[in-house]
């Protein structure tokens, strides 16, 4: 009777290598096979013999050398047919009816052999991390597992919410849709009716109603300013949902332009020549200290003006965000101006944006969740007398260690991620699940940790943890 108990997993990968291990002795006894082998050999030993009589050893160096450089290159006449698991368990099954043990398969030395692998690998990866007691050990275990299982799950989620895909513009409005109007006109004659009685008409009406400066773009050409046409909204700073809210909002108190290189120009309404109604950019430059300058003084001539001007801002980006070329992503265009042109002709705007980054927020949150919730529950095992300090420090260490395991462990993403898209969530969980309650799969973890660059890839940032305690 084995000493060892097994899953049925275990029962039937005991199974196959019993049949691969008789199979492959089977072979190695096989007299008439090794005497035919025996005779091939030597019939090419006698060949080359032969040939170095007759002066032939440059053609035999040259054929030597033509098929060592080729090996790589050939291919099988006869294919290999790969088969299932389940068809090798089931030869398995014929093969060996009966139960098969560790025993059966490997000799006492063996054994002893293989625990004294596991025992150095133990001792190795507790060097390496400094983590020696089977709690911790246990705790970085399922800490690695909830950081595996967050990186399954958040390719469905992501995929399911559409992250990082842009918009269809076929479910859009046009800009200037009736809809949009009217919305856009109800929200402007809301406000100024809420707001006339007790403070009476004033420049203020004429700030919410008029078209906002950065919305011009004649006399951006004879001045030689690139305003991408009818991606015009990315040149602008007033139409970045982040930076519009200051230089928008400054745009529309001073009649001002400014573009995502921060230069500002003045706009005119009026032609100075004929008098009749003209937006145009001018060639007045204004810097802009002068055009703060000029904001301070429209709101202390009216505390309403700053309101209204941000009330007029807020409106005309919500006119812009729906429609078919949407806002650009904030702060990109004034960075790498030609990534934010190619997201933008691309349809990828400011609310696709908002939604990705919600997904990459929540990924965080839950990153965090899941530390704080190791953390609370390693901190449920701390001893009586144990110093709170130093046992943080092993909280934190298993954190990180854990951390790097699964972002970095090849053997976790050749067994798990290699191609995730193929089974559903629950099949992957269960993997996970069995898996990392395995102990040869995590000692293969243990032993990858400690050959590879993932111990020296962590190692600085342990120290750092070690340096905020050394006084301990």
């Known amino acids: 009777m084995s000493r060892f108990k097994y899953s049925s997993d275990e029962l039937d990968m005991n199974k196959v290598l019993k049949m691969n291990q008789d199979v492959s002795r089977s072979l190695s006894d096989d007299q008439q096979m090794s005497q035919t082998r025996s ?8 060949s080359l013999a032969l040939l170095r009589s007759l002066g032939k050893e440059k053609e035999i160096s040259k054929l030597s050398a033509d098929i060592a450089s080729n090996e790589k290159d050939r291919r099988l006449e006869h294919r290999l047919v790969l088969e ?13 009816p009966i139960e098969v043990s560790l025993e059966d398969i490997m000799t006492e030395a063996e054994i002893q052999s293989a625990f004294v692998e596991l025992d150095f690998i133990e001792e190795q990866f507790s060097k390496k991390t400094s983590i020696i007691n089977k709690t911790d050990l246990s705790f970085l275990a399922i800490a690695t597992a909830l950081q595996v299982a967050k990186s399954l799950v ?14 269809d513009p076929s479910e859009r409005l046009e800009h200037n849709d009736k809809s949009i109007e009217k919305a856009h006109k109800e929200a402007n004659d ?7 009685e007790k403070h009476g008409t004033g420049h203020w009406i004429n700030i919410l109603y008029q078209t906002v400066p950065y919305d011009i773009t004649k006399g951006s050409k004879d001045l030689g300013i690139n305003m991408g046409g009818k991606y015009h909204r990315m040149y602008t700073l007033g139409h970045d949902s982040i ?15 400014t573009f995502n290189n921060f230069y500002t ?18 060639p007045e430059v204004v810097l ?20 209204v001007a941000l009330f007029a801002q807020a409106q005309h980006l919500k006119s812009d965000e729906f429609t078919k070329l949407g806002l650009p992503v904030p702060i990109l265009s004034s960075i790498n101006e030609d990534f934010a042109s190619k997201l933008y002709s691309e349809n990828y705007d400011a609310l696709c944006f908002a939604r990705d980054a919600k997904i990459v927020g929540a990924s965080f949150v839950i990153s965090k969740l899941f530390d704080m919730i190791i953390s609370l529950l390693h901190g449920l095992f701390r001893k009586d007398g144990e110093d709170k300090d130093l046992y943080e420090v092993r909280s934190r260490k298993i954190l990180l260690i854990s951390n790097a395991i699964a972002s970095s462990s090849t053997i976790i993403n050749a067994t798990i991620t290699s191609n995730p898209k193929n089974l559903d969530i629950g099949s992957l ?31 600085k940032e342990i120290s750092a943890v070690d340096a905020l305690y050394e006084t301990f």
């Open 39 to 46: 005779g091939a050999d030597g019939n090419i030993e006698a």
């Open 84 to 96: 299932s698991w389940g068809e090798i368990v089931a030869q398995a099954n014929l093969h060996e």
């Open 154 to 167: 958040f390719p469905y989620v992501a995929e399911k919410f559409d992250y990082g895909k842009s918009f």
């Open 190 to 196: 809301k406000f100024r009716d809420k707001r006339v």
């Open 243 to 257: 930076f519009g809210w200051i230089f928008g909002t400054a745009n529309i108190l001073t009649d001002c332009i």
């Open 265 to 282: 120009n003045r706009i005119s309404r009026i032609d100075p020549v004929t008098g009749a109604k003209k937006m145009v950019i001018t």
């Open 288 to 307: 802009l200290g002068k055009m703060f300058s000029e904001c301070y003084d429209e709101v202390k001539a009216d505390p309403l003006n700053l309101p």
């Open 429 to 459: 969980l269960n993997t996970m699940t069995h898996l990392f309650t395995d102990v040869r799969f995590i000692l293969k973890i243990k032993q990858e940790f400690i050959e590879n660059e993932i111990a020296e890839r962590v190692q």
